[in-house]
Every structure is written in structure tokens, then in C-alpha cells.
């Protein structure tokens, strides 16, 4: 079956969310494959892994503010969720935050759907080239413990990575509360339902919420919208909008994609 064809472009957003108009002009439509394997190169070609340490600095600062005033962000250990975290400097820098505030007996787990990611995460190795790369937000209270020069490498320390795990997980998939240790206290999910189809957005939008208490904190991107599905209510701070898991049920797994 050509890669081209629409059943396979279609079953390719049905499996990471991503809508067909994005994928189409992205993948190779002159090879063959058979319908019921699709290579993870394929997959991986779709995947835009765009992402640096502290990106989207308001965010990170109000952050900082809620973990000191915030009652659902009081507890000296934090289970944390860096969904989509592609090369992991999202779930790196979540780790950084939270021993700098003392919280070191927190959890970071960070995933994403794609193994090579997955991979250079947990490896930990960053190098900061001239006026790009992952370094370019670094706020005030982090720059004296990353790169401020090109060729500078950051390789994550000890206590971060007793902190900080990586798995590959997709989050049309349920997050299994095993993976997390308990319900999470904060989810980080930016920038990565913006190529999803509507119905993937509020399966990842449910399934995420399935995996957080009541009371938890969701940080979309800056620029993202929620969907009203009741399972999220605002949290407005001085420079973001943050999202409180509310006590609203979720859906059963297989109807938590409903239709907008």
C-alpha cells in the first residue's frame, strides 16, 4: 500500500493524534509498506520535537510563585508529568525547579512518543551552540548552573537524575498511575495538542486528567486553548493561565473521545 494513501494517512493521525492536513505533506509517498506495520522512522518523521530549557519564561516564573504559595503545590514531594517532553530539557529544567526549591524528594517522569527522544532524554547531554540550541531562556535564578557560552555542554547532575526518569508512552494511551507512582500534582503538556485532531486533543485532554488529582495543576503552552470539557478550571496568574484538575469524573476510557 503506497505510504500516500489516505487509509494510511488516516491511520497514522488515528495513532498519534496528528491531524491528516499536517501529515500529509510530510511523509515519503513513494515507497510501500503493508497497512498493518508502520516503521517508527515514519512516525518519527511526523514529530516536531522543538523544545529548550525554561522555555516559555512567564510561565516558568509564575510557576516558581505557585510551588511557594499555592495549596495544591504544598507537598515536599510532587509527582510531576512531562508529557510530549521530546528531548527532555522540559522535564530536566521541571527537575531543576523543584530542587532549587527544595523539593528533592520529588519525581519528574518524562515521555514521549518517540524512542530516539526518549533516548537522547535520558542521556542527559546537552551542548549550547551560538544564538540557538537548548539554552536560549535560561531564567536568572538557573543561568549559574547552565552554559553561557557556545561549545559549553550541561550533562544532568546526580540528584536530577535520581529525580527524573524517561519512559515512551503515548498520551492517547492511559497513563498507568504505577508509571507515576499516584495521581500527579502537576502536568506539563505544551505545544503538542496543537497538531492534534479535535477528537485526539479531548482523548489526551481525558486521559490526562485521569492520571491527576483533584486540586492539580495542568501548564498547557502559552498560546493553547482549552476544550470546555469540565475537567479543568483556570488558574490566572500575573503572565500565564494555568489549568486546576477539577473533581469532575472522566469518561470511560473508550468513550473519552467524544465528539465536540
Not at 540550541?133 to 549559574?144: L, T, V
Not at 507515576?180 to 496543537?194: E, P
Not at 489549568?243 to 473508550?254: E, I, Y
Request: net charge neutral; proline share 7%; glycine share 6%.
Amino acid at each position: 500500500m503506497s505510504v500516500g494513501t489516505p487509509s494510511l494517512i488516516e491511520f497514522l493521525s488515528r495513532h498519534t493524534g496528528i491531524a491528516p492536513s499536517y501529515i500529509r505533506p510530510r511523509i515519503d509517498t513513494h515507497h510501500t509498506l503493508p497497512f498493518d506495520h508502520v516503521p517508527t522512522d515514519l512516525i518519527e518523521r511526523l514529530l516536531v520535537q522543538e523544545t529548550s530549557f525554561f522555555r516559555h519564561a512567564g510561565q516558568w516564573s509564575m510557576l516558581r510563585s505557585m510551588l511557594r504559595e499555592d495549596p495544591g503545590l504544598s507537598a515536599a514531594a510532587l509527582r510531576v508529568w512531562s508529557c510530549g517532553c521530546a528531548t527532555g530539557e522540559e522535564a530536566w529544567s521541571l527537575a531543576f525547579l523543584l530542587a532549587s526549591e527544595g523539593r528533592t524528594s520529588s519525581r519528574v517522569i518524562g515521555t514521549d512518543i518517540s524512542p530516539s527522544a526518549i533516548c537522547a532524554a535520558a542521556r542527559g547531554h546537552y551542548t549550547r551552540l551560538e544564538a540557538m540550541g537548548s539554552f536560549r531562556e535560561i531564567p536568572d535564578f538557573a543561568r549559574p548552573a547552565f552554559p553561557h557560552s557556545s561549545g559549553e555542554a550541561w550533562d544532568a547532575p546526580q540528584m536530577l537524575r535520581n529525580m527524573t526518569r524517561f519512559c515512551v508512552h503515548n498520551v492517547l494511551d492511559p497513563m498507568l498511575s504505577s508509571e507515576l507512582g499516584g495521581s500527579a500534582d502537576l502536568v506539563f503538556c505544551r505545544n503538542m495538542l496543537i497538531y492534534f485532531t479535535e477528537d485526539a486533543v479531548r482523548k489526551a485532554l481525558a486521559n490526562i486528567a485521569r492520571a491527576m488529582r483533584p486540586g492539580s495543576i495542568l501548564v498547557l503552552g502559552a498560546s493553547e486553548t482549552m476544550r470546555e470539557t469540565g475537567l479543568f478550571e483556570p488558574v490566572e496568574t500575573a503572565s500565564a493561565v494555568f489549568w486546576r484538575r477539577t473533581a469532575a469524573p472522566v469518561a470511560p476510557a473508550d468513550t473519552a473521545a467524544a465528539k465536540p
